[in-house]
């Protein structure tokens, strides 16, 4: 309790209590000296009155702590973006009666070398698995955390960005094979610290630290959190996850080198610790990536079907190792064995967005043009942050004479890459994707604008090359599309489906493109 109430004093609400005390206490003092002696009251009740101010000081501490300790429940609504991916809401609204919403900040780095952000972001993810999906509680997406990293950020600008009731915020440092990590839980609307505590532990203990994190957070907003081991598809080995963690950080920047660089440190966790079913998944589906967009060999493919199905045999009850199953398989076209992988996911995890994404993506290949549009609009349902599923289930709507559901779907994927755009001012793929979003919707300058930034960040990615190529076709500027489209994406089926390339289908180039790519 000694160490709460000094973490109390640090509050800024208990900060002003304590001076508004002393002030009132000294003119109290002040008035009682001045005036008790011209009344002929005895020169004894002036000492008395400043023995009570004194001694009301340490009873206006407790109070003012137990104050700030208090776990309130009318702070937070439903994040809105869960519905409608980032709207604007009044601090009124914030205010409606709900469940606790929370927001994880992503943990600062302050190691002597700085080279612990791939453990400080790894530990912010895996904060916000761990208490997503805790009933009585409101997670804001990995999406909208992540925006908050490296800004300078008050607990109440937060509050109104994100309409969160509650964050968590700390720091990650490491000497040798010794962490030191701070967590901290804040209330946004009053800046009251409800928990905070300091680990000083060896690597090895990065699980159990972890773990006590999510259930002190758990316990101090009143939600029960089920004390569980790790999940059946992780490790036990501190440095299989930092290379699984590092992977992750080149993963997620999605491009040919960084997902080259990925493959390196997932195949690093794999043989540090063979049982790790989650660096399996991660490593078959960044195989599978290289071959869809970047002209992956035989020898990615192959390597992509054994490393999934490595995955589904370690952790047969993971979503994520059918999902890594099934990326394989569409990496390889058998479009049908993945609908099964995808379809295998979504029974596990209803709530996983790269199952219905891809199993979209699948299902496009094959021509199902109504099924892709249905995994897709439930790819944008689940997560809140998709703009590339909203974009490419526009054109879809489009073919099919939906005019209504075309506009509707465009009109998302831009809201959404707008947002993603404004909080990762380098994310080529929001980029080109909502370049063509913007085209569908007649916007052409702001489009192009969209389209030579993103070209203008890696102007030899094959991804990038093939959706510039469809929004010149859709500019009507053949030989510009043509141009992009050489040494683009190699899969024939995806290009024979694209209705974006619609213009193009009688000039001969097409065909010649047709006969360069693979079946």
């Excluded at 890594?324 to 209803?350: K, M, N, V, W």
């Excluded at 249905?374 to 054109?395: G, H, I, M």
């Excluded at 506009?407 to 990762?424: D, P, Y």
Aim: proline share 5%; aromatic share 10%; charged share 25%.
């Amino acid at each position: 309790m000694t160490s709460n109430l000094f973490e109390g004093l640090k509050n800024p609400k208990m900060i002003r209590a304590i001076i508004v005390y002393m002030v009132a206490a000294w003119l109290l003092v002040q008035l009682a000296d001045a005036v008790f002696e011209p009344m002929g009251l005895p020169s004894p009740l002036v000492k008395f009155v400043i023995f009570l101010a004194f001694a009301g000081l340490p009873l206006a501490i407790a109070l003012g702590w137990i104050r700030s300790r208090r776990s309130p429940r009318d702070d937070g609504s439903r994040s809105a973006d869960r519905a409608t991916g980032h709207s604007e809401q009044s601090p009124e609204h914030a205010e409606a009666v709900g469940p606790p919403t929370v927001a994880i900040v992503p943990f600062v780095d302050l190691s002597p070398d700085q080279n612990c952000e791939h453990l400080a972001d790894g530990l912010t993810e895996a904060l916000v698995d761990a208490l997503t999906g805790l009933s009585g509680l409101v997670m804001s997406s990995w999406t909208s955390c992540f925006a908050l990293k490296g800004k300078d950020i008050h607990a109440r600008k937060v509050r109104k960005k994100l309409k969160v009731s509650h964050i968590v915020e700390g720091s990650v440092s490491k000497v040798a094979d010794r962490l030191q990590i701070t967590a901290q839980l804040v209330e946004t609307a009053t800046d009251a610290l409800l928990w905070s505590d300091t680990y000083d532990h060896e690597l090895d203990d990065i699980f159990d630290i972890q773990k006590d994190i999510g259930l002190k957070i758990a316990q101090a907003l009143a939600v029960h959190a089920p004390v569980g081991d790790l999940r059946p598809d992780m490790t036990s080995h501190a440095e299989a996850y930092e290379y699984y963690l590092r992977g992750r950080g080149y993963f997620m920047k999605t491009s040919a080198t960084n997902l080259a660089h990925a493959v390196t440190m997932f195949s690093g966790a794999t043989d540090l610790d063979p049982q790790f079913a989650l660096a399996w998944s991660h490593l078959a589906e960044t195989y599978a990536l290289q071959a869809i967009y970047y002209e992956g060999s035989k020898a990615e493919r192959k390597a992509a079907h054994e490393a999934s199905e490595k995955a589904v045999d370690l952790a047969p009850y993971s979503a994520g190792s059918h999902a890594a199953r099934g990326i394989a398989h569409l990496a390889s076209q058998s479009y049908d064995a993945a609908a099964r992988s995808f379809e295998t996911a979504i029974q596990l995890d209803p709530g996983l967005w790269s199952a219905y994404h891809n199993y979209g993506r699948s299902s496009f290949h094959q021509g199902r043009m109504r099924k892709a549009i249905e995994l897709f609009e439930k790819a944008s349902e689940v997560n809140p942050d998709d703009y590339q599923s909203p974009v490419l289930a526009a054109p879809l709507y489009q073919a099919l004479g939906d005019e209504e559901s075309f506009q509707r779907s465009a009109a998302n994927g831009v809201r959404r890459a707008e947002w993603l755009i404004k909080n990762f001012p380098d994310h080529q793929r929001a980029y080109y994707m909502g370049a063509m979003a913007l085209m569908y919707l007649g916007k052409r300058d702001r489009a192009l604008r969209w389209a030579e930034k993103s070209l203008a960040i890696d102007p030899l990615d094959p991804a990038i090359r093939y959706n510039m190529g469809c929004f010149y076709a859709r500019a009507g500027e053949i030989d510009k599309a043509f141009e992009c489209l050489d040494d683009s994406i190699t899969s024939r089926t995806w290009v024979e489906n694209d209705p974006d390339l619609e213009s193009l289908r009688e000039d001969p180039r097409y065909h010649n493109l047709l006969g360069k790519l693979e079946d």
